[in-house]
């Protein structure tokens, strides 16, 4: 990436969350001064404390050079005061993955941040069109959804979903952010679910339901996932790296947009009452 391009330009990241958090550090590995907020302090230190360690082990395997990583992480400054935006040329929206808080949050972006700065959100099911209907129409030109995957610091996808307002220029401006971050943009109809959650969740779907059939194991069906389809993790270790809770939020979400191919299996519903979703730290599928 050609760092001259993104010297001197102020981004904002909202949500120091998993996602939050990463697409900030590569934003900021970029050459983007990135300005991370969140609602409480408490955020900021799990946030910093993981992309140190993130970062630490990308040098110790050679993906990062030391010098590169200080420099990203002083790049990035953090606050609890969405005003501090005034001065970033693009947000992202990075928030909880519900359409009161993101309509919130974005409001306030859009109150913080001058005319002609660009809105992201990084929603993964919910419609751009319909998140910009509590922007003003004068902003929804400038508003774009763009999908990055978890880990973000790995995943080298991003979704490019633009609304039914959302300019041509606002197109090319998110291509260019996902280019100089790294990433590979492809360009998705603004759906529920867009394109790749879609494929993902029916796979998920099928594969909890040969577990309840005993036709394998958790562990065999992540097996043949990664030596038989070339999948870098198999299903179980994703929804454990992405949490339980948050798939069948998408599948709910899907369920009532497509109806019956995204309903969620018993099993996956029954482990998230039990609280076992997974995520850093909490029992899930594999442990």
Same mark, same amino acid.
């Given at each position: 990436?050609?760092?001259?391009?993104?010297?001197?330009?102020?981004?904002?990241?909202? $949500? +120091?969350?998993?996602?939050?958090?990463?697409?900030?550090?590569?934003? $900021?590995?970029?050459?983007?001064?990135?300005?991370?907020?969140?609602?409480?302090?408490? +955020?900021? *230190?799990? +946030?910093?404390?993981?992309?140190?360690?993130?970062?630490?082990?990308?040098?110790?395997?050679?993906?990062?050079?030391?010098?590169?990583?200080?420099?990203?992480?002083?790049?990035?400054?953090?606050?609890?005061?969405?005003?501090?935006?005034?001065?970033?040329?693009?947000?992202?929206?990075?928030?909880?993955?519900?359409?009161?808080?993101?309509?919130?949050?974005?409001?306030?972006?859009?109150? +913080?941040?001058?005319?002609?700065?660009?809105?992201?959100?990084?929603?993964?099911?919910?419609?751009?069109?319909?998140?910009?209907?509590?922007?003003?129409?004068?902003?929804?030109?400038?508003?774009?959804?763009?999908?990055?995957?978890?880990?973000?610091?790995?995943?080298?996808?991003?979704?490019?979903?633009?609304?039914?307002?959302?300019? *041509?220029?606002?197109?090319?401006?998110?291509?260019?952010?996902?280019?100089?971050?790294?990433?590979?943009?492809?360009?998705?109809?603004?759906?529920? $679910?867009?394109?790749?959650?879609?494929?993902?969740?029916?796979?998920?779907?099928?594969?909890?339901?040969?577990?309840?059939?005993?036709?394998?194991?958790?562990?065999?069906?992540?097996?043949?996932?990664?030596?038989?389809?070339?999948?870098?993790?198999?299903?179980?270790?994703?929804?454990?790296?992405?949490?339980?809770?948050?798939?069948?939020?998408?599948?709910?979400?899907?369920?009532?947009?497509?109806?019956?191919?995204?309903?969620?299996?018993?099993?996956?519903?029954?482990?998230?009452?039990?609280?076992?979703?997974?995520?850093? $730290?909490?029992?899930?599928?594999?442990?």
């Amino acid at each position: 990436m050609d760092q001259a391009i993104t010297d001197g330009i102020k981004v904002g990241v909202v $949500g +120091a969350g998993l996602m939050g958090g990463e697409i900030a550090l590569v934003q $900021g590995l970029a050459g983007y001064h990135v300005t991370l907020v969140d609602k409480d302090e408490t +955020a900021f *230190e799990r +946030a910093i404390a993981r992309l140190t360690t993130l970062l630490e082990k990308g040098c110790a395997r050679g993906f990062y050079q030391e010098a590169d990583c200080r420099a990203a992480m002083a790049r990035i400054v953090t606050t609890t005061s969405v005003t501090d935006l005034a001065d970033c040329q693009i947000v992202t929206e990075a928030v909880v993955e519900v359409l009161d808080v993101k309509h919130d949050v974005l409001a306030a972006i859009a109150d +913080a941040v001058s005319s002609n700065a660009m809105i992201v959100t990084n929603t993964s099911t919910i419609p751009i069109s319909v998140l910009a209907g509590r922007l003003p129409t004068e902003r929804r030109p400038h508003f774009v959804g763009m999908h990055y995957f978890s880990p973000v610091s790995r995943m080298k996808l991003v979704e490019v979903i633009p609304g039914l307002a959302t300019a *041509e220029a606002t197109i090319e401006r998110a291509y260019a952010l996902a280019d100089a971050t790294g990433k590979t943009p492809i360009r998705v109809k603004d759906v529920p $679910g867009f394109a790749v959650n879609r494929v993902l969740h029916v796979f998920m779907i099928e594969a909890v339901r040969l577990v309840e059939e005993g036709v394998i194991s958790v562990e065999d069906m992540d097996t043949a996932c990664r030596l038989g389809l070339g999948h870098p993790i198999g299903p179980f270790e994703l929804m454990d790296a992405t949490t339980s809770s948050l798939c069948l939020q998408a599948q709910e979400f899907m369920l009532d947009a497509y109806g019956e191919r995204f309903r969620p299996r018993p099993l996956l519903k029954q482990r998230v009452a039990a609280g076992l979703v997974g995520g850093k $730290g909490r029992p899930g599928w594999r442990n």
